[in-house]
């Protein structure tokens, strides 16, 4: 039996499985639910236990656990607002943001809290978390800086004893050449991933957008993009954005629907410094099938085995010599060979420590597993200047010709762009 393919629209990083409390949003159901358990747990809280009708004796220290517990995750639940990266200014030359607790036990140690950081040298670092001093600092430089002026690094601060994760709110990190310090909120938790369930996920599948940069961004080619992905069972889509730089109403007016339905979730993302002095305009902060069977199907089997972190994924370049949307549709010659320098990943984001552009850099665990997949079964499509050929790649056309144009021109004609 010949087997066929899915197919991704290219620039993207597939995440499978993003874990629950590590997601920095969570859904308004969800928040609901949180509220009504700790307004029943503070109910429960409050009774006596010899007042108990039925004569049910209740695990008071247990139920106060519980409450401690609710009232940690509404605080990690970011203001809508607030939907942003947010740089804090150590000094000219460094920025810190997104800092957050990790509980896994593997290569890179245990119970630290990590900040990522941007900086424009090497230096010492110390934090303080609960007033207390963090006992070992280490300073991780991403490998791919490529030696820009603005690198970036994950500062790691050890838990001090007798602190907990759940009692830490943000951590207090100083340099040493200024002896400057900021307070960095915490903004994400880690659990240990070896002790996660399939119900503490959020999304089975849900896709990283890089910062949005250039004018390739216009209305109709979003809307190209999200509807393709929907189509293929993505849960959610997380897409970085400048607002500085959305001149164009239209698009702004785009991202807007699909942010008010839910499909994507946009993130404020402007960096502090030049983005010429930083690799791909920041990229590396962004980032962190058969036939007859779905994507979810497909990368779970790819997913089989538990070791496996990551699937670097082949791609082929699309020529986009027909400039009318869908541009998926319309364009289907390709490069004949497979494109497996410039991959994308498809991972499972609770087992990877740093995640790179185009492969995992480094895995949590040192058994972790990041195989190359060679395009048979799932491929990422790259739609770039009429420069290619000489293949017809229609498998995207096949499967989703009718769908995709009828939701494309409802949402055309529906926002008039």
Same mark, same amino acid.
């Given at each position: ?8 629209? =290219?620039?993207? *990083? ?33 009774? &006596? ?25 509404? %605080? ?16 000219? @030359? ?28 090497? !230096? ?26 603005? &690198?970036?690094?994950?500062? @790691?601060?050890?838990?001090? !004893? ?14 040493? =050449? ?13 659990? !240990? ?19 949005? /940069? ?8 979003? *809307? ?14 997380? $897409? ?18 699909? =942010? ?6 946009? $993130? ?8 010429? !002095? ?13 036939? %007859? ?6 990368? =779970? ?21 027909? @400039? ?5 549709? %319309? %364009?289907?010659?390709?490069?004949? @060979?497979?494109?497996?320098? /410039? ?64 939701? /494309? ?9």
């Amino acid at each position: 039996m010949v087997t066929k393919p899915i197919t991704f629209i =290219s620039s993207v *990083i597939l995440y499978s499985q993003m874990p629950r409390i590590t997601a920095s949003k969570i859904v308004l159901l969800s928040v609901l639910s949180l509220l009504i358990t700790v307004f029943y747990l503070n109910i429960f809280s409050s009774i &006596k236990i010899e007042n108990d009708l039925d004569g049910t004796d209740y695990d008071l220290d247990y139920i106060e656990n519980d409450i401690k517990k609710a009232r940690r995750l509404l %605080n990690e639940i970011p203001d809508p607002s607030q939907n942003r990266v947010q740089f804090f200014k150590l000094d000219d @030359n460094g920025y810190a943001f997104s800092a957050y607790t990790d509980d896994r036990k593997g290569n890179m140690g245990h119970k630290y809290v990590r900040v990522l950081v941007f900086i424009t040298k090497f !230096d010492d670092f110390s934090c303080e978390i609960n007033s207390k001093k963090s006992n070992v600092v280490t300073l991780y430089e991403l490998s791919e800086n490529h030696n820009m002026k603005w &690198k970036m690094y994950i500062l @790691n601060c050890l838990l001090p !004893d007798g602190v907990t994760f759940n009692d830490v709110n943000s951590v207090k990190i100083s340099r040493s =050449s200024s002896q400057l310090s900021v307070q960095i909120p915490i903004r994400y938790r880690i659990q !240990d991933e070896k002790m996660m369930t399939p119900d503490e996920y959020d999304y089975k599948l849900s896709t990283c957008v890089p910062a949005l /940069f250039g004018n390739v961004y216009y209305p109709r080619r979003i *809307i190209e993009f999200v509807e393709l992905n929907s189509l293929q069972e993505i849960d959610k889509i997380y $897409i970085y954005y400048n607002p500085l730089e959305m001149t164009d109403e239209a698009t702004e007016r785009t991202l807007k629907f699909y =942010s008010d339905t839910q499909k994507i979730n946009l $993130i404020e993302f402007i960096l502090p410094f030049s983005t010429r !002095d930083v690799w791909y305009y920041g990229q590396l902060a962004t980032v962190t099938v058969l036939d %007859n069977q779905t994507l979810s199907e497909t990368v =779970s089997g790819l997913f089989e085995n538990r070791k496996i972190a990551s699937q670097r994924t082949a791609l082929k370049f699309i020529n986009t010599k027909i @400039n009318r949307s869908p541009i998926t549709l %319309n %364009n289907i010659v390709s490069s004949k @060979n497979f494109e497996t320098r /410039f991959t994308k990943c498809v991972v499972r984001p609770e087992m990877v420590f740093e995640q790179g552009i185009h492969h995992t850099s480094r895995v949590i665990q040192d058994d972790y597993e990041t195989p190359s997949h060679d395009g048979s079964l799932l491929r990422v499509y790259h739609y770039r200047e009429p420069r290619y050929c000489c293949e017809n790649e229609n498998l995207l056309k096949q499967r989703y010709d009718k769908k995709l144009q009828e939701v /494309f021109d409802a949402v055309v004609l529906m926002l008039e762009v």
